[in-house]
């Protein structure tokens, strides 16, 4: 069965900085493109980042760009997402999400990130 | 890139039909077919419910059915039943090789 478990959320401070972790299991992690979303709470879906089967390819929301950096070590089976300069406004739960053609047809149950001083 | 725009609530009795407008632009909706539409029960991650505009992976019921027209896409649920109640999100791919959710709509079965 697919799973995706991501870990790593936790309290930080503002302007600090945190790596979140999505382990894979179930499927050939290495051949399918993988994202992270956000949800603030009480609020809606917001499309964080992208990156392609290699980790060539990455893209990125407006609102993280230039502060998070998404990778993927396909020999463990693991995306990840570090997370510098960070906002209140970044306090959230994270879910990864498998790309599939079908869409994001695989998601992670999230880890919460709460940044606050 | 601004969040497409749904409608914040909708609303029937079981056995009616509803349908979700997800409003985007000329860079989103309006030209690509990769709209996907996803169903979250309070306390859930999301659930893929409809891909390329109008496809259901396997599993969906077919009372779950999409379309677009212009740069406006929407999912209608036919036949509502009770554990249709949930907030459902469209999402489109975007001209800067992005992607946008829209706003998110909750559906309250009466």
């Known amino acids: 069965e697919v799973q995706l478990v991501e870990s790593g959320g936790g309290l930080v401070q503002p302007g600090g900085s945190l790596r979140l972790s999505c382990a894979a299991s179930?499927?050939?992690?290495?051949?399918?493109?993988l994202h992270w979303v956000r949800q603030a709470p009480g609020k809606g879906l917001e499309w964080v980042s992208r990156?392609?089967?290699?980790?060539?390819?990455?893209s990125y929301a407006d609102s993280v760009k230039d502060r998070f950096t998404i990778s993927r070590d396909n020999a463990k089976n693991t995306l990840y997402l570090q997370m510098n300069s960070l906002r209140a406004g970044d306090t959230a739960v994270y879910y990864c999400?498998?790309?599939?053609?079908?869409?994001?047809?695989?998601w992670g149950q999230g880890t919460l990130l709460t940044v606050s001083s | 890139q601004s969040a497409l725009t749904q409608p914040p609530s909708v609303s029937g009795s079981p056995g009616q039909s509803v349908t979700i407008s997800c409003s985007g632009t000329?860079?989103?909706?309006?030209?690509?077919?990769?709209v996907s539409w996803y169903q979250q029960p309070p306390g859930t991650a999301p659930k893929l419910m409809i891909y390329?505009?109008?496809y259901r992976p396997s599993g969906v019921p077919d009372r779950f059915s999409g379309s677009k027209s212009g740069n406006t896409a929407s999912l209608t649920i036919s036949g509502l039943q009770a554990e249709d109640e949930a907030d459902y999100f469209c999402i489109s791919y975007t001209s800067s090789s992005t992607f946008v959710f829209g706003t998110g709509t909750k559906v309250t079965v009466l």
């Open positions: 390329e505009v109008s």
């Open positions: 179930g499927f050939t992690f290495s051949n399918y493109w």
């Open positions: 000329i860079s989103d909706v309006g030209s690509y077919n990769r």
């Open positions: 999400a498998r790309q599939s053609k079908y869409g994001l047809d695989w």
């Open positions: 990156i392609n089967s290699d980790g060539s390819n990455t």
